[in-house]
């Protein structure tokens, strides 16, 4: 079965629980545990189980006695561990009139003050009533759910655990808004994810506008489709044009620019200094799989032996779980380097001169701050990213081919040209203004 046929047998079921497609939250779990049958670490034998939204909710304890703003009219959600979601979100939150908004989150990794645990509102004994009912129901539809478990190679196990996970996050969010009454607007930065997801289907039930910003570039289909809210605010004509090729209504989609690139002002590449003995290289690592990562490092270390020149090696590792964090020290022994995991990304591109990488969306940011872009050929990836559309880098395929793009001058700024045309599709305006044109969207249709 495709991905597609996948997405739309998960988003066909009829299952429902307060209005909420229940089986439709479960779509990322599906997708992320398919055929999945070891866990590697306690972090992901946690999420197969969906026992991770209890865990948060433990430890949220000694944070969430904060009180939080009497009846906003405007809520942001943030409910994944991905700082480049996070500070979209928040960048945009700074339009807002700081006493008509609240955060709600998820995780205690990104807590601040202006925020507020969503499992403040949680109803444990409600929760646990719900699931008697609910497992009931499943009985009877249990074989419905067979070719679906079949499919992505789930237990029944797993899958109900999933289901019921949903229940206490629905009634979370049943709670939250029964003592906020006068919210008018939800602002996400996916509506795919089960919370975020969750939060659209209340909201839908009882006449609340919902916009999500879009939180990448949209590669994977699973992790963006089907788009459920009001409105969905695009980097691009290039993602704009995306969506609608894989069925998103035009009236649900809007390009704005995405917050994250208002504090890019591109004045064109740095002038690099050859002879210079600090030319700094940003190596991006994305979660390609971890044979693959590791050919690339491996091909990065033989670059540095083999190079004359000495160069300042930074290593961005991707925030996700499958970030691969034993492998530069495993790989680049005997090599200088730094290395970064959850810093935020836009910073490092501004003091490095050059960023290489394995095929990643990181690129596109390269792109936006005016650095010379190489990325690593493997034959293994099949997919084609934007930029690569738009002959925007530069293709290496082991540590001599990678020697000669960086060595050569002519090379290394050879697709500058290019840049100008692939900016204005993907990041539409770079003029600092997607925030305000997002925050304008938002007032005036509440």
Same mark, same amino acid.
């Given at each position: 079965?495709?991905?597609?046929?996948?997405?739309?047998?998960?988003?066909?079921?009829?299952?429902?629980?307060?209005?909420?497609?229940?089986?439709?939250?479960?779509?990322?779990?599906?997708?992320?545990?398919?055929?999945?049958?070891?866990?590697?670490?306690?972090?992901?034998?946690?999420?197969?189980?969906?026992?991770?939204?209890?865990?948060?909710?433990?430890?949220?304890?000694?944070?969430?006695?904060?009180?939080?703003?009497?009846?906003?009219?405007?809520?942001?959600?943030?409910?994944?561990?991905?700082?480049?979601?996070?500070?979209?979100?928040?960048?945009?939150?700074?339009?807002?009139?700081?006493?008509?908004?609240?955060?709600?989150?998820?995780?205690?990794?990104?807590?601040?003050?202006?925020?507020?645990?969503?499992?403040?509102?949680?109803?444990?004994?409600?929760?646990?009533?719900?699931?008697?009912?609910?497992?009931?129901?499943?009985?009877?539809?249990?074989?419905?759910?067979?070719?679906?478990?079949?499919?992505?190679?789930?237990?029944?196990?797993?899958?109900?655990?999933?289901?019921?996970?949903?229940?206490?996050?629905?009634?979370?969010?049943?709670?939250?808004?029964?003592?906020?009454?006068?919210?008018?607007?939800?602002?996400?930065?996916?509506?795919?994810?089960?919370?975020?997801?969750?939060?659209?289907?209340?909201?839908?039930? /009882?006449?609340?506008?919902?916009?999500?910003?879009?939180?990448?570039?949209?590669?994977?289909?699973?992790?963006?489709?089907?788009?459920?809210?009001?409105?969905?605010?695009?980097?691009?004509?290039?993602?704009?044009?995306?969506?609608?090729?894989?069925?998103?209504? /035009?009236?649900?989609?809007?390009?704005?620019?995405?917050?994250?690139?208002?504090?890019?002002?591109?004045?064109?590449?740095?002038?690099?200094?050859?002879?210079?003995?600090?030319?700094?290289?940003?190596?991006?690592?994305?979660?390609?799989?971890?044979?693959?990562? /590791?050919?690339?490092?491996?091909?990065?270390?033989?670059?540095?032996?083999?190079?004359?020149?000495?160069?300042?090696?930074?290593?961005?590792?991707?925030?996700?779980?499958?970030?691969?964090?034993?492998?530069?020290?495993?790989?680049?022994?005997?090599?200088?380097?730094?290395?970064?995991?959850?810093?935020?990304?836009?910073?490092?591109?501004?003091?490095?001169?050059?960023?290489?990488?394995?095929?990643?969306?990181?690129?596109?940011?390269?792109?936006?701050?005016?650095?010379?872009?190489?990325?690593?050929?493997?034959?293994?990836?099949?997919?084609?990213?934007?930029?690569?559309?738009?002959?925007?880098?530069?293709?290496?395929?082991?540590?001599?081919?990678?020697?000669?793009?960086?060595?050569?001058?002519?090379?290394?700024?050879?697709?500058?040209?290019?840049?100008?045309?692939?900016?204005?599709?993907?990041?539409?305006?770079?003029?600092?203004?997607?925030?305000? /044109?997002?925050?304008?969207?938002?007032?005036?249709?509440?």
């Amino acid at each position: 079965m495709k991905v597609l046929e996948a997405i739309k047998l998960i988003n066909g079921f009829k299952l429902r629980f307060k209005g909420c497609n229940i089986i439709a939250l479960s779509q990322i779990f599906l997708f992320e545990f398919k055929d999945l049958k070891d866990q590697k670490s306690f972090s992901q034998y946690l999420k197969a189980y969906s026992f991770d939204n209890i865990i948060k909710y433990f430890i949220s304890f000694g944070l969430s006695k904060k009180k939080c703003l009497k009846n906003p009219s405007v809520i942001f959600v943030n409910d994944i561990y991905n700082f480049s979601m996070i500070s979209n979100s928040r960048i945009l939150q700074q339009e807002f009139n700081s006493k008509i908004i609240q955060e709600i989150i998820c995780d205690k990794r990104i807590y601040n003050n202006n925020a507020v645990f969503l499992y403040k509102y949680s109803r444990l004994f409600k929760t646990l009533f719900d699931v008697f009912k609910m497992s009931v129901k499943l009985v009877s539809f249990s074989h419905k759910l067979n070719n679906l478990r079949q499919y992505f190679g789930i237990s029944k196990l797993k899958l109900w655990l999933n289901i019921f996970d949903s229940i206490f996050i629905i009634n979370c969010i049943e709670c939250f808004f029964d003592n906020n009454k006068n919210v008018r607007s939800v602002v996400l930065n996916s509506d795919v994810h089960k919370i975020s997801r969750a939060f659209v289907f209340y909201c839908k039930e /009882r006449n609340i506008k919902t916009y999500v910003l879009q939180h990448g570039a949209p590669v994977g289909h699973f992790g963006y489709l089907p788009v459920y809210t009001d409105k969905m605010f695009n980097w691009g004509s290039y993602s704009y044009d995306w969506f609608v090729k894989n069925n998103t209504p /035009r009236e649900k989609l809007i390009i704005t620019g995405t917050p994250k690139t208002d504090d890019i002002n591109s004045i064109g590449l740095k002038e690099i200094d050859f002879s210079s003995d600090s030319i700094s290289l940003l190596v991006v690592l994305n979660p390609i799989g971890e044979d693959l990562c /590791r050919v690339f490092l491996r091909t990065i270390k033989e670059f540095l032996q083999i190079s004359n020149k000495k160069y300042e090696l930074v290593i961005k590792l991707h925030p996700s779980s499958k970030s691969y964090k034993n492998l530069p020290a495993e790989i680049l022994d005997g090599v200088n380097y730094k290395l970064f995991h959850l810093e935020d990304l836009h910073s490092l591109i501004k003091v490095s001169d050059i960023l290489i990488s394995t095929p990643s969306t990181a690129g596109s940011e390269a792109i936006a701050h005016y650095k010379p872009l190489l990325t690593m050929h493997f034959e293994e990836i099949k997919y084609t990213l934007a930029y690569e559309s738009y002959d925007c880098n530069i293709k290496f395929y082991d540590a001599e081919s990678l020697l000669s793009c960086l060595e050569d001058e002519q090379q290394l700024t050879s697709k500058l040209i290019n840049y100008d045309g692939f900016l204005k599709d993907y990041f539409y305006k770079l003029d600092g203004e997607s925030s305000s /044109r997002i925050w304008n969207f938002i007032v005036n249709n509440q």
